[in-house]
DNA sequence: CTTCATGCAAACTGTTTGCAGAGAC
DNA sequence: GTCTCTGCAAACAGTTTGCATGAAG
């Protein structure tokens, strides 16, 4: 499954060329369900091309936040996890472990969430003058594997 | 101002043991209304006790997040934020510039934003049998200063 | 044929760890 | 006196950068 053709035109659009390995991290991307990290998808791309380095992974996917097509994440692990923003998976918040590291995506409420974040967006945007594009929410606790105690 | 007397029990109830450095750490975040790293921390920690060094202000920090009397944070700029739970600050949650890395703290809406949440964190507690500590909500966008073009 | 993208190696930076000595209780 | 905490130096891991080569348009 080769990226889509629409994105030659994104990448056009802010001076950039589409190459070969941005279409590798892209397909990688659309392909996956997951939290990837940088790590991840050099591995995943370089199955298909050996030649790509890691370098151009962490390029890609800066670029690709730059241009607000993915979200880029934190779940306190040390490295950072990507997200397509159009991706095939519906728009949903995590539940992260802080004792395992496990992240769960949960899309329940995410209506009702949403309809209350526009408010705020509109009212916070409005008083502090701030372009707001993206927001992140994450609910941090215990797993069902690790709420028995054994820390850490 | 030193830090309060009933941190020590807080201390002992784990096993733990109320030191100078743990003192000056806790003071330090309680003076701050700022999100400090862990080095801006130390800076502080070491005008009054030259001594203490920067790994005891992790170690120190790790451990009171796990006992949950302090916030972790990433903004996105690489490095850790520390907040004190119970702070001076009623609680909030962030508008973080991704261009500039400011953070600005907000309090409107919380109450409707927080009502919200424990109606999810309660459902999404017994679905996922996960026991939620904490939620992290941030605004993502360019603020006032950013806004005009300027990239990076 | 110009300009942007890439790969490699090396540098960086925030954070963690091992260990012997010091301190809390 | 025991057991935890500390400081130092060194290790670590993820990410970034400099530079010469290669590819896109």
Redesign the pocket.
């Known amino acids: 499954m080769p990226c889509p053709p629409w994105w030659?035109g994104k990448?056009?659009d802010c001076?950039?060329?589409?190459?070969?390995?941005?279409q590798a991290v892209i397909d990688v991307l659309t392909a996956t369900s997951e939290h990837l990290?940088?790590?991840d998808i050099y591995f995943e791309v370089h199955k298909v091309?050996p030649?790509?380095?890691?370098?151009?992974?962490?390029?890609?996917l800066?670029?690709l936040a730059q241009m607000g097509m993915v979200f880029k994440f934190d779940f306190g692990d040390?490295?950072?996890r990507y997200e397509l923003v159009e991706g095939t998976k519906k728009h949903h918040h995590h539940l992260v472990c802080t004792n395992c590291g496990r992240v769960i995506d949960y899309s329940d409420f995410i209506e009702e969430e949403v309809k209350l974040f526009n408010q705020v967006e509109k009212a916070l945007s409005q008083k502090h003058n701030f372009e707001i594009t993206a927001h992140q929410v994450q609910f941090l606790g215990r797993c069902n594997n690790c709420k028995g105690g054994n820390n850490r």
């Not at 001076?15 to 941005?22: A, K, V």
């Not at 030649?51 to 890609?60: E, H």
Request: net charge positive; hydrophobic share 30%.
């Open positions: 030659h990448f056009r001076g950039c060329r589409m190459t070969i390995p941005r990290s940088a790590e091309y030649a790509i380095g890691l370098t151009t992974v962490y390029r890609t800066d670029l040390g490295r950072s």
